[in-house]
């Protein structure tokens, strides 16, 4: 804890004093703590790219602790217990995200992410199409919802998901191993093979491996 409180301290340093009439204390510390949950923020996303979670969690929190509607402290934190499997703490986070910032698509995929990895999918379906209908633009939704939708056994949803997305944006190669997994698993091994050589040609190993695989069939 001694790191993180440091970091306030310099945090609050950045922040210029003067400029304030007598009687504004309540701005001045408004704006302090604002300063200083943004520095904390931005080293608990170091702190996450060098895989030092614990230390992203701590830092996150403190400026959750400066700032009770710093949404995307939430989010962060969120995705934190997410990779470390927490999903009922990263549920909470993003939860708290969503209550803060509702028109924020990010948030609901966040949660969706939660949610399909605890294999509630209709709960997953629910966060993308709201995150859809915040941004109908963003590729990566239609993916995930897609993905979602194979997993219920729903392959043709999961395919349109897939079409929309490549429609979007032709470039995500995941777009393909997805569909291709989906008409896999709908039998139709002449689409499949299509969507596996598409991804291999953009270097995905495992489009490639599938794809061997159907070659031996």
């Not at 060098?50 to 969120?78: H, K, S, V």
């Not at 993916?143 to 729903?154: H, L, W």
């Not at 997805?178 to 040609?201: E, I, L, P, V, W």
């Amino acid at each position: 804890m001694k790191h993180i409180l440091q970091i306030i301290i310099a945090a609050l340093l950045l922040f210029p004093s003067s400029g304030f009439a007598v009687g504004k204390e309540i701005v001045v510390e408004e704006n302090y703590n604002k300063v200083a949950a943004d520095v904390l923020v931005e080293k608990g996303f170091q702190y996450a790219l060098n895989g030092e979670f614990d230390d992203a969690i701590e830092a996150y929190t403190a400026a959750i602790a400066l700032d009770q509607n710093y949404a995307m402290a939430y989010n962060y934190r969120g995705h934190i217990y997410y990779l470390q499997r927490k999903y009922e703490e990263a549920i909470e986070d993003f939860n708290k995200a969503v209550t803060i910032d509702p028109n924020d698509s990010s948030h609901y995929i966040s949660r969706g992410e939660a949610y399909t990895d605890k294999r509630q999918y209709d709960k997953a379906i629910e966060d993308f199409n709201k995150a859809i209908s915040l941004d109908p633009k963003n590729a990566q939704t239609y993916i995930d919802r897609g993905y979602v939708y194979d997993k219920k056994g729903e392959q043709d949803t999961a395919i349109e998901d897939f079409n929309k997305a490549a429609s979007i944006d032709p470039g995500i190669a995941s777009i393909y191993t997805n569909r291709g997994t989906a008409y896999f698993n709908k039998a139709d091994m002449t689409h499949a093979a299509t969507d596996f050589q598409k991804a291999c040609s953009m270097k995905i190993s495992s489009a490639c491996n599938m794809l061997k695989g159907l070659d031996k069939q």
